[in-house]
């Protein structure tokens, strides 16, 4: 078997092993222009799924000029229907002028700021577009990352996995994961291999993250790939056992300021943006 239909392959066989489509939900696709994003949205597409890409135009200078034109691009190729979202027209500025007055007032990391925002403006999007699933590009490097900063951090592990589902509430659309299983390095191969034209390089403003230095570390280790695979499956039988004694905290609420869903009081988008207007 080549290469590349080993990987639609093992990509199939995670939708179908963790059920995260039907054919008729409509499945929007947050895609960043990168290989990821890029690989899940046609990849869905061919395996006959209702999907349809999801962008935030970050507005980060040239870079997030040479995605949005990558993906435009690559939609009208494949007959992809696109979404796109500005933050200077959503914020009424940049997410690189929103982290920067941040973190004038409290030390925060570039990603987590960012992260924040996009994450709130993905999810209201597609719940309004009526999106059953949020398809994101995340792999396997980046779940096996996430699963180490987390125990470093002291965070619960019930929360992640190729979908959530441990927060059920209509105004959170699910987000499905269907790369969970597909290193890094294999996804670059397939996106190259298929030819798709999509920059490979890092956002410029994740030069300081803490999962740049463990996505580093993991990579000095022998058989890095089999490590990584090993942190993710051990995750997900540690997982399973935990979700059966959890019990979901407080009911969610509604952000007293946006109306968006919170654990109570403001949202964290919220939160950031009082912060940034003080
Ligand atoms: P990141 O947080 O940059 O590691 O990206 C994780 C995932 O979020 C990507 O694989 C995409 O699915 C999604 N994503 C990142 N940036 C954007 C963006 N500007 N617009 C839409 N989705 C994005
Ligand atoms: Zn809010």
């Known amino acids: 078997m080549t290469f590349v239909s080993s990987f639609e392959k093992k990509v199939k066989k995670t939708i179908k092993d963790y059920q995260l489509a039907g054919k008729k939900d409509k499945i929007l696709v947050a895609c960043s222009g990168g290989k990821d994003s890029t690989v899940v949205l046609y990849l869905l597409k061919k395996f006959g799924y209702d999907a349809e890409a999801l962008m935030i135009d970050l507005g980060i200078g040239e870079w997030s000029e040479k995605n949005l034109k990558n993906l ?21 500025c940049s997410v690189c002028y929103i982290r ?16 924040v925002i996009k994450r ?11 999106a ?28 992640m996995g190729p979908k959530n589902g441990v927060i059920i509430d209509s105004r959170f659309v699910q987000r499905i994961k269907p790369l969970y ?19 490979y390089d890092p956002c410029p403003c994740s030069i300081t993250a803490t999962r740049r ?56 988008r919220c939160e950031l943006i009082s912060i940034m207007r003080e």
């Not at 435009?72 to 009424?92: D, L, N, P, Q, Y």
């Not at 709130?120 to 009526?130: F, Q, S, T, V, Y």
């Not at 299983?181 to 920059?199: D, G, N, P």
Request: net charge positive.
């Open 181 to 199: 299983f597909c290193s890094i390095s294999e996804s670059r191969m397939y996106s190259e291999a298929m030819k798709f034209t999509v920059l």
């Open 213 to 268: 230095w463990v996505r580093n570390w993991l990579a000095e280790l022998e058989n890095a790939d089999a490590v990584k695979m090993h942190i993710v499956r051990n995750f997900l039988v540690v997982q399973k056992a935990a979700m059966k004694n959890f019990k979901s905290e407080a009911a969610i609420q509604q952000c007293s300021s946006c109306g968006e869903p919170s654990r109570g009081g403001q949202c964290r």
């Open 72 to 92: 435009r691009a690559f939609c009208r190729k494949h007959g992809i229907k696109m979404h796109v979202f500005s933050m200077r027209k959503e914020f009424g």
């Open 100 to 115: 920067s007055s941040v973190q004038f007032r409290k030390k925060l990391k570039n990603c987590m700021i960012c992260g």
């Open 132 to 159: 059953a699933k949020l398809a994101t590009g995340h792999n396997l490097d980046d779940e096996a990352e996430t699963v180490l900063m987390n125990m470093f951090r002291g965070d619960p592990v019930v929360g």
């Open 120 to 130: 709130w403006l993905l999810n209201k999007k597609a719940r309004e577009l009526g």
